[in-house]
Protein backbone atom coordinates (compact mmCIF):
# COMPACT_ATOMS: atom_id res chain seq x y z
CA UNK A 1 0.00 0.00 0.00
CA UNK A 2 1.09 3.35 0.44
CA UNK A 3 2.82 4.97 3.79
CA UNK A 4 0.38 8.30 4.08
CA UNK A 5 -2.84 8.65 6.14
CA UNK A 6 -6.14 8.99 4.32
CA UNK A 7 -6.47 12.91 4.85
CA UNK A 8 -9.41 14.23 6.20
CA UNK A 9 -10.34 17.60 7.33
CA UNK A 10 -13.40 16.42 9.77
CA UNK A 11 -12.80 13.12 10.68
CA UNK A 12 -15.66 11.37 12.26
CA UNK A 13 -15.69 10.71 15.45
CA UNK A 14 -13.66 8.14 16.88
CA UNK A 15 -11.96 7.68 13.66
CA UNK A 16 -8.19 6.71 14.38
CA UNK A 17 -5.17 7.43 11.42
CA UNK A 18 -3.29 4.05 10.18
CA UNK A 19 -0.05 4.34 8.96
CA UNK A 20 0.60 2.26 6.08
CA UNK A 21 4.08 0.29 5.98
CA UNK A 22 5.59 -2.10 3.72
CA UNK A 23 5.02 -4.25 6.47
CA UNK A 24 1.52 -3.86 7.08
CA UNK A 25 -0.19 -7.43 5.98
CA UNK A 26 -2.59 -5.50 3.30
CA UNK A 27 1.34 -3.90 1.66
CA UNK A 28 0.89 -4.95 -2.33
CA UNK A 29 -2.83 -5.46 -3.28
CA UNK A 30 -3.76 -4.52 -6.66
CA UNK A 31 0.04 -3.93 -7.60
CA UNK A 32 1.30 -6.91 -9.27
CA UNK A 33 3.81 -5.22 -11.32
CA UNK A 34 4.83 -3.06 -8.72
CA UNK A 35 5.69 -5.88 -6.64
CA UNK A 36 7.20 -7.77 -9.80
CA UNK A 37 9.45 -4.54 -10.59
CA UNK A 38 10.58 -4.59 -6.58
CA UNK A 39 11.11 -8.34 -6.70
CA UNK A 40 13.53 -8.19 -9.89
CA UNK A 41 15.31 -4.64 -9.22
CA UNK A 42 16.66 -6.21 -5.89
CA UNK A 43 17.08 -9.30 -6.57
CA UNK A 44 19.69 -8.12 -9.74
CA UNK A 45 21.62 -6.03 -7.73
CA UNK A 46 21.52 -9.07 -5.04
CA UNK A 47 22.94 -11.29 -7.56
CA UNK A 48 25.39 -8.15 -8.70
CA UNK A 49 26.74 -8.38 -5.45
CA UNK A 50 27.22 -12.00 -4.86
CA UNK A 51 29.01 -12.40 -8.18
CA UNK A 52 31.37 -9.97 -7.29
CA UNK A 53 32.31 -11.08 -4.03
CA UNK A 54 32.96 -14.29 -4.80
CA UNK A 55 34.85 -13.29 -7.99
CA UNK A 56 32.52 -14.82 -10.50
CA UNK A 57 31.47 -11.46 -12.93
CA UNK A 58 33.07 -8.26 -12.17
CA UNK A 59 30.36 -5.36 -11.42
CA UNK A 60 32.70 -3.19 -13.74
CA UNK A 61 34.22 -4.97 -16.39
CA UNK A 62 30.56 -7.34 -16.66
CA UNK A 63 27.55 -5.94 -15.08
CA UNK A 64 28.17 -2.00 -15.79
CA UNK A 65 29.86 -2.85 -19.52
CA UNK A 66 26.92 -5.23 -20.53
CA UNK A 67 23.99 -3.64 -19.06
CA UNK A 68 24.64 -0.59 -17.66
CA UNK A 69 24.14 3.05 -20.12
CA UNK A 70 27.01 4.73 -21.65
CA UNK A 71 26.92 6.76 -24.92
CA UNK A 72 29.92 4.85 -25.94
CA UNK A 73 28.14 1.54 -25.62
CA UNK A 74 24.78 2.61 -26.88
CA UNK A 75 25.80 5.32 -29.28
CA UNK A 76 29.25 3.29 -30.96
CA UNK A 77 28.59 0.16 -30.30
CA UNK A 78 24.76 -0.43 -30.55
CA UNK A 79 23.87 -1.97 -27.21
CA UNK A 80 20.59 -0.55 -27.55
CA UNK A 81 19.11 -2.92 -25.06
CA UNK A 82 21.32 -0.75 -21.92
CA UNK A 83 18.63 1.48 -22.24
CA UNK A 84 16.31 -0.90 -20.68
CA UNK A 85 18.38 -3.23 -18.82
CA UNK A 86 20.24 -0.38 -17.42
CA UNK A 87 16.62 0.67 -15.25
CA UNK A 88 16.91 -2.81 -13.37
CA UNK A 89 20.26 -2.66 -12.61
CA UNK A 90 21.89 -0.05 -8.99
CA UNK A 91 25.08 0.72 -7.77
CA UNK A 92 26.88 -3.03 -6.34
CA UNK A 93 28.65 -0.84 -3.67
CA UNK A 94 25.58 0.78 -2.04
CA UNK A 95 22.99 -0.72 -0.87
CA UNK A 96 21.18 3.25 -0.32
CA UNK A 97 20.68 3.50 -4.13
CA UNK A 98 18.02 -0.16 -4.64
CA UNK A 99 16.32 0.85 -1.25
CA UNK A 100 15.60 4.87 -1.83
CA UNK A 101 14.49 3.87 -5.07
CA UNK A 102 12.21 0.91 -4.39
CA UNK A 103 10.76 2.91 -1.58
CA UNK A 104 9.68 5.48 -3.54
CA UNK A 105 8.65 2.91 -5.95
CA UNK A 106 6.29 1.24 -3.38
CA UNK A 107 5.24 4.21 -2.35
CA UNK A 108 3.86 6.09 -5.12
CA UNK A 109 3.58 3.12 -7.35
CA UNK A 110 1.13 1.01 -6.07
CA UNK A 111 -2.03 3.37 -6.30
CA UNK A 112 -0.99 4.64 -9.67
CA UNK A 113 -1.11 0.87 -10.86
CA UNK A 114 -4.79 0.57 -9.16
CA UNK A 115 -5.45 4.14 -11.23
CA UNK A 116 -3.77 3.05 -14.95
CA UNK A 117 -4.04 -1.00 -14.65
CA UNK A 118 -1.44 -3.02 -14.55
CA UNK A 119 -0.52 -3.32 -18.14
CA UNK A 120 -0.85 0.93 -19.20
CA UNK A 121 1.32 0.97 -15.81
CA UNK A 122 3.94 -0.92 -16.93
CA UNK A 123 3.87 0.91 -20.39
CA UNK A 124 4.15 3.98 -18.68
CA UNK A 125 7.14 2.92 -15.88
CA UNK A 126 8.98 1.76 -19.06
CA UNK A 127 8.94 5.25 -21.45
CA UNK A 128 9.60 7.39 -18.65
CA UNK A 129 12.55 4.89 -17.73
CA UNK A 130 13.54 4.98 -21.60
CA UNK A 131 13.13 9.18 -22.01
CA UNK A 132 15.49 9.26 -19.10
CA UNK A 133 17.93 7.26 -20.33
CA UNK A 134 17.67 8.75 -23.80
CA UNK A 135 18.13 12.45 -22.33
CA UNK A 136 20.80 11.46 -20.41
CA UNK A 137 23.08 9.35 -23.19
CA UNK A 138 22.45 12.85 -24.99
CA UNK A 139 23.47 14.75 -22.71
CA UNK A 140 26.50 13.30 -21.57
CA UNK A 141 27.80 12.59 -25.18
CA UNK A 142 26.93 16.27 -25.89
CA UNK A 143 29.34 17.06 -22.74
CA UNK A 144 31.64 14.80 -23.76
CA UNK A 145 31.20 12.36 -21.03
CA UNK A 146 30.99 9.27 -23.24
CA UNK A 147 32.32 6.40 -21.07
CA UNK A 148 30.89 6.73 -17.34
CA UNK A 149 28.22 3.87 -17.09
CA UNK A 150 24.44 5.20 -15.34
CA UNK A 151 22.33 2.50 -13.61
CA UNK A 152 19.01 2.73 -11.68
CA UNK A 153 15.64 2.85 -11.76
CA UNK A 154 15.54 6.33 -11.03
CA UNK A 155 14.23 8.33 -13.98
CA UNK A 156 11.40 5.49 -14.12
CA UNK A 157 10.48 6.15 -10.69
CA UNK A 158 10.86 10.19 -10.95
CA UNK A 159 7.77 9.49 -13.45
CA UNK A 160 5.41 7.99 -11.33
CA UNK A 161 6.48 10.91 -8.76
CA UNK A 162 5.14 13.51 -11.26
CA UNK A 163 2.34 11.71 -12.39
CA UNK A 164 1.36 11.22 -8.52
CA UNK A 165 1.28 14.99 -8.32
CA UNK A 166 -0.85 14.88 -10.95
CA UNK A 167 -3.14 12.77 -10.27
CA UNK A 168 -3.20 13.57 -6.26
CA UNK A 169 -1.66 16.88 -5.16
CA UNK A 170 -3.28 17.02 -2.07
CA UNK A 171 -2.67 14.07 -0.53
CA UNK A 172 -1.12 13.74 2.46
CA UNK A 173 1.62 11.59 2.65
CA UNK A 174 4.35 10.53 5.36
CA UNK A 175 8.17 11.22 3.53
CA UNK A 176 10.32 8.68 4.79
CA UNK A 177 7.85 7.58 7.25
CA UNK A 178 8.30 10.66 9.42
CA UNK A 179 6.73 13.91 8.22
CA UNK A 180 3.49 14.33 6.95
CA UNK A 181 3.95 16.57 3.77
CA UNK A 182 1.66 17.52 0.82
CA UNK A 183 2.16 15.21 -2.51
CA UNK A 184 2.60 18.54 -4.51
CA UNK A 185 5.57 19.94 -2.22
CA UNK A 186 6.89 16.67 -2.17
CA UNK A 187 7.06 16.21 -6.73
CA UNK A 188 8.14 20.19 -6.90
CA UNK A 189 10.74 19.91 -4.33
CA UNK A 190 12.18 16.83 -5.32
CA UNK A 191 12.13 18.19 -8.99
CA UNK A 192 13.86 21.76 -7.91
CA UNK A 193 16.50 19.66 -5.93
CA UNK A 194 17.12 17.57 -8.89
CA UNK A 195 17.38 21.13 -11.26
CA UNK A 196 19.74 22.81 -9.04
CA UNK A 197 21.82 19.62 -8.45
CA UNK A 198 22.25 19.63 -12.51
CA UNK A 199 23.15 23.00 -12.15
CA UNK A 200 26.00 22.62 -9.76
CA UNK A 201 27.16 19.24 -11.75
CA UNK A 202 27.44 21.51 -15.30
CA UNK A 203 29.34 24.06 -13.24
CA UNK A 204 31.72 21.28 -11.08
CA UNK A 205 30.58 22.61 -7.63
CA UNK A 206 31.25 19.72 -5.30
CA UNK A 207 27.96 19.64 -3.53
CA UNK A 208 26.57 16.39 -1.42
CA UNK A 209 23.82 15.01 -4.08
CA UNK A 210 24.98 16.88 -6.82
CA UNK A 211 28.68 14.75 -7.60
CA UNK A 212 27.55 11.52 -8.97
CA UNK A 213 24.04 11.33 -10.05
CA UNK A 214 22.45 10.77 -13.05
CA UNK A 215 20.52 13.98 -12.82
CA UNK A 216 19.64 14.24 -16.43
CA UNK A 217 18.03 10.67 -16.43
CA UNK A 218 15.78 11.84 -13.17
CA UNK A 219 14.23 15.00 -15.09
CA UNK A 220 14.12 13.36 -18.08
CA UNK A 221 11.38 10.54 -16.60
CA UNK A 222 9.95 13.55 -15.21
CA UNK A 223 9.52 15.26 -18.39
CA UNK A 224 8.30 12.28 -20.26
CA UNK A 225 5.46 11.86 -16.98
CA UNK A 226 4.34 15.56 -17.53
CA UNK A 227 4.04 15.66 -21.00
CA UNK A 228 1.95 12.20 -20.43
CA UNK A 229 -0.49 13.34 -17.93
CA UNK A 230 -0.48 16.99 -20.40
CA UNK A 231 -1.86 14.50 -22.81
CA UNK A 232 -4.26 12.65 -20.68
CA UNK A 233 -5.38 16.39 -19.03
CA UNK A 234 -5.90 17.72 -22.74
CA UNK A 235 -8.10 14.72 -23.51
CA UNK A 236 -9.99 15.08 -20.22
CA UNK A 237 -9.27 11.84 -19.59
CA UNK A 238 -8.90 12.89 -15.95
CA UNK A 239 -9.94 15.94 -13.37
CA UNK A 240 -10.16 17.31 -10.30
CA UNK A 241 -13.02 16.24 -8.05
CA UNK A 242 -15.00 18.76 -5.47
CA UNK A 243 -14.87 17.61 -2.41
CA UNK A 244 -14.60 19.12 1.08
CA UNK A 245 -13.50 15.73 2.51
CA UNK A 246 -11.12 14.17 -0.03
CA UNK A 247 -9.49 17.05 -2.54
CA UNK A 248 -7.82 15.07 -4.83
CA UNK A 249 -7.83 13.55 -8.60
CA UNK A 250 -9.37 10.96 -10.02
CA UNK A 251 -8.40 8.87 -12.95
CA UNK A 252 -10.11 8.32 -15.97
CA UNK A 253 -9.37 5.24 -18.80
CA UNK A 254 -12.41 6.03 -21.48
CA UNK A 255 -14.96 5.84 -19.13
CA UNK A 256 -18.18 7.57 -18.04
CA UNK A 257 -19.37 9.26 -14.72
CA UNK A 258 -20.46 6.33 -12.64
CA UNK A 259 -21.58 7.93 -9.43
CA UNK A 260 -22.94 10.94 -7.69
CA UNK A 261 -21.73 10.67 -3.70
CA UNK A 262 -22.96 13.78 -1.07
CA UNK A 263 -19.49 14.25 0.77
CA UNK A 264 -18.95 16.10 3.87
CA UNK A 265 -21.03 18.57 6.03
CA UNK A 266 -21.79 20.80 3.58
CA UNK A 267 -23.87 18.16 1.30
CA UNK A 268 -21.66 18.86 -1.91
CA UNK A 269 -22.39 16.93 -4.56
CA UNK A 270 -19.47 15.90 -6.96
CA UNK A 271 -18.87 12.99 -9.24
CA UNK A 272 -16.23 10.26 -9.02
CA UNK A 273 -14.59 8.88 -12.43
CA UNK A 274 -13.26 5.52 -11.84
CA UNK A 275 -11.66 3.24 -14.39
CA UNK A 276 -14.13 0.68 -15.88
CA UNK A 277 -13.29 -2.43 -14.16
CA UNK A 278 -12.99 -0.93 -10.71
CA UNK A 279 -16.71 0.70 -10.62
CA UNK A 280 -17.25 -1.10 -7.66
CA UNK A 281 -14.42 -0.77 -5.79
CA UNK A 282 -14.03 1.70 -3.12
CA UNK A 283 -10.83 4.22 -3.26
CA UNK A 284 -9.08 3.17 -0.29
CA UNK A 285 -9.22 -0.86 -0.56
CA UNK A 286 -6.59 -1.26 2.49
CA UNK A 287 -8.98 0.01 4.99
CA UNK A 288 -8.68 0.66 8.39
CA UNK A 289 -7.92 -1.57 11.68
CA UNK A 290 -11.20 -1.10 12.13
CA UNK A 291 -12.61 -2.04 8.33
CA UNK A 292 -10.21 -4.21 6.88
CA UNK A 293 -10.12 -4.85 2.84
CA UNK A 294 -12.82 -6.49 1.27
CA UNK A 295 -12.82 -9.98 0.04
CA UNK A 296 -12.38 -9.53 -3.37
CA UNK A 297 -9.40 -7.36 -2.63
CA UNK A 298 -7.63 -10.33 -1.27
CA UNK A 299 -4.47 -11.82 -2.52
Not at 110 to 124: A, N, Q, V
Not at 175 to 181: G, K, S
Not at 187 to 214: C, K, P, R, S, W
Not at 290 to 295: I, L, S, V
Amino acid sequence: MRPWYRDKHRPPPGYSYRLITPFSKEWGYGATVVKWLIGVNVGIWVVMVLTGIFGWLSVETFWYRQFASSPDMVFHKNYYWQLVTSMFMHDGGSILHVALNMYFLWMFGTRLERDFGSKMFLYFYLVCGIVGSLLSLGARALLGDWYIPSVGASSAVFGLIVAYGFFYANETVILLFLWRVKAWKVITGLVALETIFLIFQLFNVNVEGAVGVDHWAHLGGAAASAIWMLILRKKKLFRIADSPMHSSTFFIAKGKPVSNSTVGSEGKLFRVIVHPKQTDKPEHPEGTDNEPPPDWFKL
